[in-house]
């Protein structure tokens, strides 16, 4: 089955500055990488995602580009402000044949720490 | 409007009893999912339900029995809880697109606590 790595697993930058989050997957027939976010407490909440017919999408301050060749994509947040502390997740999926059959696998996440 | 909603908010039981959370989303969405999210934040798929049949099962211990009386509902039942059991259950709806997936709208979570 489908095995997503991500790293780093926390990290901690100075408001302002940009975070980088990666992750890796194995299977090569994956074809949507969605990124969620989840502060203390709350539900996973999706802020991007991207499709294997794209290489970068961008969305204000947030962009996550694909290497499918590579298997690998990224989350880039620039700009970053205190409110953006949370943990961070990007999983991948495939549909299978027949539609209705996909699941999504996460990485294990990214504790993005924020310091004002 | 609450989109997924799920209910208890916590739950805190014994060892060796039997619980249920249920969940409901407003959303029309025709697939339906439980995810466990353990002490280190992992989150992993327990269940899928697309139109009230079950179309995934990620080799979860038979104690765990979900069930979908209609699209907006799905339901789970824990049998013969046990420590390792402790977690947060988020349930979770999407649409299929004709593109692919479509993005999870999670609940808010259920903390169970098995003591």
């Known amino acids: 089955g489908e095995n997503v790595e991500q790293h780093p697993s926390t990290l901690s930058v100075q408001e302002g500055d940009s975070a980088v989050i990666k992750c890796t997957y194995s299977d090569s027939a994956s074809n949507y990488f969605p990124w969620y976010k989840q502060e203390l407490g709350k539900r996973p909440q999706l802020i991007i995602d991207?499709?294997?017919?794209?290489g970068e999408k961008k969305d204000q301050r947030i962009a996550v580009t694909l290497n499918k060749t590579a298997k690998h994509f990224s989350l880039h947040i620039t700009e970053t402000q205190p409110e953006d502390s949370a943990v961070y997740f990007c999983a991948a999926s495939k549909v299978k044949s027949g539609g209705s059959n996909y699941k999504l696998t996460f990485g294990k996440g990214t504790l993005l720490t924020v310091n004002p | 409007d609450t989109a997924v909603s799920q209910t208890p908010k916590y739950l805190v039981t014994q060892m060796g009893n039997d619980k249920s959370i249920k969940c409901e989303q407003n959303?029309?969405?025709?697939?339906m999912y439980w995810y466990k999210q353990d002490s280190k934040k992992f989150l992993k798929i327990m269940f899928s339900y697309n139109n009230k049949e079950l179309i995934i099962n990620e080799t979860v211990p038979n104690r765990f029995s979900p069930k979908s009386p209609d699209k907006a509902h799905l339901n789970l039942h824990i049998n013969s809880l046990e420590l390792g059991d402790s977690a947060v259950y988020f349930c979770a709806s999407s649409l299929l697109l004709a593109g692919g997936p479509g993005e999870q709208f999670f609940g808010p979570g259920t903390r169970l606590t098995v003591l």
């Open positions: 991207i499709r294997s017919n794209v």
């Open positions: 959303l029309g969405h025709d697939t």
